[in-house]
């Protein structure tokens, strides 16, 4: 954007040294930077809030974090770009709701899931709502990774579900999933093996698509 601060205003020959000068002219230097320094600081505001950052702002009050809130990139050229990941272990079961973990979408875009109990139902939560800003709708893409870490060593059988009743849709003659009614379930075997999930939706998680990746 083009500043508009305005500085050509400001008499930088003023005062004239050697001579009785008239205040009008530092009070015409000291409008004029006023109304410069007050246009610096709206527009640092607005960069602030909309610019992509090198660094988080953490010396703000609030903290400053590029949060670009649903806005577009268009016609960018990526260098080492990496997706955040985060590890998940289930809780033990002295812990209330143990057998229900949430694949939270705002978390991570791989998410692996430590899993120690058979019966588990993994929730996919808080996909992007389409259409919000306005005129803005999501393809949204979720990878799991799941393993098995039962002691002792057992199968088990988890359940993936949709968030706000929505529905999971399992590729047809998928090798791991299973459809069952409006959710997905599968089992991990006892020979520590990594299972790799891969869940999109293009309606707000109103409807969940799944495939297995692969098994490792």
Do not use: C
Not at 100 to 117: G, H, M, P, S
Not at 124 to 139: C, E, L, Q, R, S
């Amino acid at each position: 954007m083009t500043s508009a601060i305005i500085y050509n205003t400001i008499n930088t020959n003023y005062p004239v040294a050697g001579q009785d000068n008239d205040s009008q002219g530092f009070r015409d230097n000291f409008t004029a930077i006023h109304a410069g320094l007050a246009e610096a600081s709206a527009e640092l505001t607005v960069l602030q809030t909309v610019a992509v950052l090198s660094a988080d702002l953490a010396t703000q009050t609030t903290p400053v974090v590029n949060n670009l809130l649903g806005s577009t990139i268009s016609n960018a050229l990526y260098n080492q770009f990496s997706g955040k990941f985060v590890p998940i272990t289930q809780s033990n079961s002295t812990v209330p709701g143990y057998l229900t973990v949430a694949a939270d979408f705002t978390l991570a875009a791989v998410q692996q899931f430590n899993i120690k109990y058979t019966g588990t139902q993994i929730n996919f939560v808080n996909w992007p709502v389409n259409n919000t800003p306005v005129g803005n709708n999501y393809y949204s893409v979720l990878r799991i990774i799941l393993t098995n870490i039962s002691s002792p060593s057992a199968s088990a059988t988890i359940t993936f579900g949709a968030s706000l009743g929505g529905v999971i849709k399992v590729a047809q003659n998928d090798a791991v999933l299973t459809q069952s009614s409006s959710n997905a379930t599968m089992t991990l075997g006892t020979t520590g093996l990594t299972y790799v999930i891969d869940a999109w939706t293009v309606d707000s998680g109103q409807h969940v698509f799944m495939k297995s990746s692969s098994t490792y």
